[in-house]
């Protein structure tokens, strides 16, 4: 099966711009994530989706970011306005109930 | 709150060794528990993935098993290869939920 698709792969803005990531789930997956990763770390849940719904944004910064994923396919995620602490791989997955997760391959974002 | 901690932070062996990765939860109420693979600048493959029921599972030269009770799992390296430099990362979601946790990753040199 194919995997889960994201663009760009990397991205380099000034702060105060705005930027948007893309993603592509596997076929069949309801469940889509958005994480966070600075470097150094683990990834951090920003939303998660079931289908087209919101299950879980408690750790977004709603004052910033958004996301959407319309018809419970692809997924955006927005920032505006960005900020120096943004620097980070924004990972998207995906996952069926009970299995396992697949990631995609992350955009690179750095602001400066 | 899940906590996951990964020790050590940063391993480097000799090609040819054979090698353990730990990782601690503080919350044992799981329903899986995956290890993951992340090169420098890349998204996170998935190794394995260990269910509840389960006490371990192998792929190739990979090993991981799982002790809900003590909240622990390790993952064992037969016979390293410098391919197998990488940071490995384990994660854990939640029974009821489908958050992953995860750990900040134990980075791997393979010497060859």
């Known amino acids: 099966e194919a995997g889960v698709a994201q663009s760009p792969r990397y991205k380099i803005i000034e702060k105060r711009q705005s930027v948007a990531f893309w993603c592509n789930p596997i076929?069949?997956?309801?469940?889509l994530y958005w994480y966070q990763q600075i470097l150094g770390q683990g990834p951090k849940l920003l939303i998660q989706?079931?289908?087209?719904?919101?299950?879980?944004d408690s750790q977004l910064p709603k004052d910033r970011f958004s996301a959407e994923r319309l018809k419970g396919v692809d997924s955006t995620l927005k920032i505006q306005p960005a900020k120096l602490e943004d620097s980070a791989v924004y990972l998207c997955?995906?996952?069926?109930?009970?299995?396992?997760?697949?990631f995609g391959s992350g955009t690179r974002l750095t602001v400066v | 709150k899940q906590e996951v901690t990964q020790i050590p932070a940063a391993l480097s062996v000799p090609e040819g060794e054979n090698l353990v990765l730990n990782c601690s939860f503080t919350d044992s109420a799981i329903y899986n528990l995956q290890w993951f693979r992340q090169d420098p600048g890349k998204g996170l493959t998935s190794l394995l993935l260990?269910?509840?029921?389960?006490r371990e599972q192998t792929s190739g030269r990979l090993n991981a098993s799982l002790d809900k009770s003590s909240g622990r799992s390790t993952l064992y390296i037969a016979a390293s290869q410098p391919g197998d430099s990488a940071t490995y990362l384990c994660?854990?979601?939640?029974?009821?939920?489908?958050?992953?946790?995860f750990g900040t990753g134990t980075r791997l040199t393979v010497i060859p």
């Open positions: 076929s069949g997956h309801a469940t």
């Open positions: 994660a854990v979601p939640l029974t009821g939920a489908n958050n992953l946790f």
């Open positions: 260990i269910q509840s029921s389960q």
């Open positions: 989706f079931q289908n087209n719904g919101v299950v879980d």
């Open positions: 997955a995906s996952s069926r109930q009970g299995m396992g997760y697949t």
